[in-house]
């Protein structure tokens, strides 16, 4: 995803009830909602299991084989819903305890984005990535639901306010998700990552955090997205500029392309039911078999790759056509990922 990954820091947070409170309210609320479930085998081979073989550590790290071995904080935070989602406490505790003794920032309640075990400091670049924090708080809120632990729930609320206060910012008139702590605003513009925006997740933080800004989150992205629609096939491209008086345009230091992260626009769209955001993309992708739609477009040229989408990014089309899937596991890391976010989402 994204390249975002993981880092660690020698004085990282333990997850402990030092830093979980008691149940509450909101623990009650989150209990009373089944949570996804993911099947122990998915669909067309589709496994927790294999996923779990090769690519969560002993130690519950999540490995990149694709990437050098490193890992992410959105890595992470898709170990513990697929995990949480096939009702794998082991795994999914384990996943828990090396995302927070190796990534927690000291400083707020967020978590470092890459982690390198080749560098003499695995955590070098202390920047988060939002939508690894966000999927961490959504995972957790799920598997209160499921386990009943009163202290996912609150670890959940203080990353997800923690996002709130310090990840949400007005610009152009909208409030909009920043993509990380530094490094992605100027004077002119701010610069925004669509994929980022993970619609289930914001829906439940509606019911779990700060309902007013959460629910303006959502108004003003929807509507922000829907104005991200650029070329003749009315695509959003990975990187996303918004000027200070609200204008859209693909990034400027980024390949204009829909490709590795923009895949996820559509799914998160699919799965928590915005059907208008989807409509360009799904008009894009049926008129070529799946298996010739290629990994990235240019929006403003017309360029496209010269290769197909992975195994993980079918299966996004898949789900979202609503065509069945019959690719097995993908032995790459982010492929596999997208192959279990596309079938894990009820």
């Not at 386990?147 to 610009?171: C, F, M």
């Not at 490094?183 to 914001?202: D, K, Q």
């Not at 829909?258 to 039911?273: H, K, Q, T």
């Not at 019959?326 to 032995?331: D, G, M, N, P, R």
């Amino acid at each position: 995803m994204a390249g975002l990954a993981i880092a660690g820091c020698s004085n990282a947070r333990t997850l402990d009830d030092r830093t979980l409170t008691s149940e509450n309210s909101s623990t009650q609320n989150l209990a009373a909602v089944e949570p996804t479930t993911l099947p122990a085998t998915g669909t067309n081979g589709v496994s927790w299991a294999t996923f779990k073989q090769r690519f969560v550590a002993d130690d519950g790290r999540i490995v990149d084989n694709g990437n050098g071995d490193v890992s992410h904080s959105e890595g992470q935070s898709y170990g513990l819903l697929l995990s949480q989602a096939a009702g794998d406490r082991v795994a999914f505790d384990k996943i828990l305890g090396w995302t927070e003794a190796k990534l927690a920032r000291p400083d707020v309640p967020l978590y470092v984005w890459r982690y390198d075990p080749r560098s003499a400091n695995p955590v070098a670049d202390r920047n988060n990535a939002t939508d690894g924090d966000l999927l961490i708080a959504y995972a957790l809120a799920e598997a209160t639901k499921r386990w009943h632990e009163p202290r996912y729930a609150a670890r959940s609320r203080v990353i997800v306010d923690a996002i709130a206060t310090r990840l949400v910012k007005t610009v152009g008139g909208r409030m909009i998700l920043l993509p990380g702590l530094d490094g992605f605003s100027t004077a002119a513009r701010t610069t925004i990552n669509p994929c980022y925006y993970v619609w289930p997740a914001l829906d439940l933080f509606v019911k779990t955090g700060n309902a007013a800004v959460w629910r303006q989150v959502i108004t003003d992205g929807e509507a922000l997205i829907a104005a991200s629609q650029f070329g003749a096939h009315r695509l959003p491209t990975d990187w996303i500029d918004v000027s200070n008086v609200g204008a859209v345009s693909p990034a400027v230091d980024k390949p204009p392309r829909f490709g590795f992260d923009a895949i996820r626009v559509p799914l998160y769209a699919n799965v928590s039911g915005r059907n208008a955001l989807v409509v360009p993309i799904r008009t894009f992708w049926r008129q070529l078999p799946v298996e010739r739609i290629p990994a990235w477009t240019n929006v403003i040229t017309g360029q496209v790759a010269e290769y197909p989408l992975s195994t993980g990014g079918q299966a996004v089309v898949n789900r979202v056509l609503g065509t069945p899937s019959t690719h097995v596991l993908s032995t790459d890391y982010y492929a596999a990922a997208l192959q279990c976010l596309a079938e894990v989402f009820a």
